[in-house]
């Protein structure tokens, strides 16, 4: 469920029209919905309610400093993978014992960073970065807290390029090798073991592979206690997926992830971490767009948007699906038509979608694509020089811009020419 509906024959976001934003505003530009942000975390927190838990958001979905304090202020933590994103959930008020440090490639500067600014745990994701970890940690007198991230070789079956928990993926310390790690971890100064990680992927659509992976990591826990580990956090990723796609059936819901984590791991007395991103920002936004021109082509018609794949990049990088519709509802019974929905980037990838079935549209018209408030801003660039996409944030029957378009002479201005060309 999200909040973006017709109302009056035109498309809202809670109690804002679009065409009000869009006018006021400019296109291309996201909106979000706090009301499904804060919808969407409360049902994930309330289907871990039968123990102790932490949602940690992950950062990466959706990192404007708004939706992270919105999201913090209802107590969400944070999963962060660069010293830049712990700073934008500090500077949005989320403390450091609510912040979770992931990734295969942390430098030990962002150890030390993370360290003097307080930092719930750190997800270790290779035996030179528990070294290096030590190493940081005892230089500064400071104890890190850990866990390690196993690799449980589930297919998540999900996109080649979100999948997280083969074997042949980078992420993470073979389960194989888990006992020898942990082993050397309990023996190095300034490391601290307090759990385990594992995270199969992103949009996961099926629960049996969190299923197989849970099991693993329940039975690495007790393996692990029997060694004289102090295994107390569960860190069970996220990864969960969203319906992209209104005509499909829906993905599993959180009370049902919720329940296989309770079933796999529910006895082990461990508080339990989760790390959703795009089930908690994915269809709560949109990317508001205009058509420039209708192009009548040899074969096939294309719908050309001042949107393109510098805006949202999914479609192009993974083949993504997003549902376009238009803002001014189409009358039922209107004819629908195939078009070839485009950007004015050069490049032919810069395509959002073939043949899709779509009501008379012309220039000047308004078309959302809907659930883009997941790696869609955050993803964004200015390839062919033109302006990162600005964002904003509806609250009921008002809004405000998160994220200004930038300018041409601010983005003229952060190059510099040598004095001696």
Known sequence: MDHFNYHGGVLHAEGVALSDIARQVGTPVYVYSAATLRRHFNLLTQALDWGPHLVCFAVKANSNLAVLKLLGDLGAGMDVVSIGEYARARAAGVPGERIVFSGVGKTRAEMHAALEGGIRQFNVESEPELRALSEVAHAMGRSAPIALRVNPDVDARTHAKIATGKSENKFGIPLAWARDVYAEAATLPGIEVVGIDMHIGSQLTDLEPYR????????????????????????????????YRRDNSAPPLPM???????????????????????????????????????????????????????????????????????????????????????????????????????????????????????????????YNSRPLVPEVLVDGDHFAVIRARPSLDEMLARDSIPAWL
């Open 256 to 382: 049902e992830w919720g329940a296989v984590i309770r079933e796999a791991v529910g006895d082990l007395g461990c508080e339990i971490e989760v790390e959703p991103g795009r089930n908690i920002t994915g269809n709560a936004g949109i990317l508001l767009s205009e058509v420039i021109w209708l192009k009548r082509g040899e074969g096939r018609d294309f719908l050309i948007l001042d949107a393109a794949m510098n805006d949202l990049i999914r479609p192009a990088m993974y083949d993504a699906h997003h549902d376009i519709v238009p803002v001014i509802e189409a009358p039922p019974g209107a004819a629908v038509a195939p078009l070839d929905v485009v950007g004015p980037v050069c490049e032919t990838g810069d395509t959002f979608a073939r043949a899709m079935q779509l009501p008379p549209l012309e220039a000047g018209d308004l078309v959302a694509f809907r659930s883009a408030g997941a790696y869609g801003a955050v993803m964004a660039s200015e």
């Open 212 to 243: 197989q992976a849970y099991a693993r990591m329940a039975d690495l826990t007790r393996t692990l206690r029997a060694d004289g580990h102090d295994i107390r956090r569960l860190d069970m990723g996220g990864g969960l997926g969203i319906p």
